[in-house]
């Protein structure tokens, strides 16, 4: 009786599926989870703190500086003046901001009479 060599041809081709898995049930499956949950940052309510505004005013352009309790600069930015712009800004600092304005225009010297 001749003997006959098994081919690639005569093997079950393995789908990738049953290849790629190990045998047995999933970790998803015997833990009881069948979809995958989203990862969640846990959320820390901040509680707001006092915020400072200084605004250097000048006829084109301003400069603002939030800072908080502390004296940290939160944040420095240059606006162009425009009401929008800088209602924009002021609303970072929250509800009641201590606001500071320098507002020098028209440098004049004065000088004493003779």
Do not use: C, F
């Not at 009881?32 to 915020?51: A, D, H, L």
């Not at 605004?55 to 004296?71: A, C, F, M, P, W």
Request: aromatic share 2%; net charge positive.
């Amino acid at each position: 009786m001749a003997t006959r060599n098994a081919t690639k041809t005569d093997a079950k081709p393995k789908t990738p599926r049953e290849s790629s898995r190990r045998p047995g049930p999933s970790v998803r499956g015997t833990l009881g989870v069948t979809t995958q949950t989203r990862n969640r940052r846990k959320e820390i309510p901040v509680e707001p703190q006092q915020q400072y505004v200084g605004i250097d005013l000048h006829r084109r352009r301003s400069v603002i500086v939030r800072r908080n309790e502390v004296g940290e600069t939160l944040e420095t930015v240059r606006i162009d003046n425009d009401p929008v712009a800088l209602a924009a800004e002021l609303a970072k600092a929250g509800e009641h901001p201590e606001v500071i304005l320098e507002a020098t225009y028209g440098w004049v010297r004065h000088e004493a009479p003779p």
